[in-house]
């Protein structure tokens, strides 16, 4: 594609209900990563992904979010049982391969807000 | 552990005016890449610069450039000629595992 979307671009949720978050990196990209940016903050980073495998996922803040990736492109972030200060903007940025230090293009981002 | 530092939260210039920027940053690796990140307020990140450890000679783009002092790991982006549209928050960032630092918030004054 010509860009990494991500889908949705907002999403307002309950507290306690589980949340799905996509991304769809560039074609031919194979890492890809989930940051997380409270508002005002830097970025966090979450997890990454070389192809299907997440080598590290020490960044997860808690149990309750899980990412996976299939068939090397898309990837979905699932947080479960939500809580207020999981609100944030997720970010989603692929790159050409993890093993060389390549530019990251970055995705809008999805608002997520838990009330 | 890698870790990256900006000690600047928030910054202002005139516009044309020169600013810099900020950054430290800790890593065992000896090669490695480091970029910095423009984020506007419409939320998309892009990468301004991006600077090769085992070059010594300081990257440029245009406008920006950067100072990098590898022994004290230090990596300071500088705008010239600022403009309005450079009104963001910068994130400088550490590869390989893309460690970003806290952002600097620059306002651009006319």
């Known amino acids: 594609g010509a860009g990494v979307s991500q889908s949705p671009s907002n999403k307002v949720t309950e507290k306690g209900k589980d949340v799905e978050l996509r991304c769809d990196p560039i074609s031919g990209h194979t890492a890809l990563y989930w940051y997380r940016q409270s508002l005002g903050q830097g970025l966090e980073f979450l997890i990454y992904?070389?192809?299907?495998?997440?080598?590290?996922k020490s960044g997860l803040p808690s149990d309750r979010f899980s990412a996976e990736r299939t068939g090397g492109s898309v990837s979905t972030l699932t947080i479960q049982r939500t809580q207020q200060e999981d609100s944030a903007v997720y970010l989603c940025a692929s790159s050409l391969d993890w093993r060389m230090p390549y530019e990251q293009y970055f995705g809008p981002g999805t608002r997520l807000t838990v009330t | 552990a890698q870790t990256v530092t900006q000690s600047q939260p928030e910054m202002s210039v005139q516009e044309a005016e020169t600013v810099t920027l900020s950054c430290t940053y800790d890593?065992?690796?000896?090669?490695?890449?480091l970029f910095w990140y423009k984020q506007p307020p419409s939320r998309q990140m892009i990468l301004v610069i991006r600077?090769?450890?085992?070059?010594?000679q300081n990257a440029t783009e245009n406008r920006f450039s950067v100072n990098f002092q590898k022994a004290a790991k230090s990596f300071s982006l500088k705008i010239s000629d600022s403009q309005l549209g450079d009104t963001a928050m910068y994130f400088c960032?550490?590869?390989?595992?893309?460690?970003f630092g806290a952002g600097t918030r620059l306002t651009v004054k006319p």
């Open positions: 600077q090769e450890a085992y070059k010594q």
């Open positions: 890593t065992s690796e000896s090669n490695y890449y």
């Open positions: 960032a550490l590869g390989n595992d893309m460690r």
């Open positions: 992904f070389q192809g299907n495998s997440a080598p590290d």
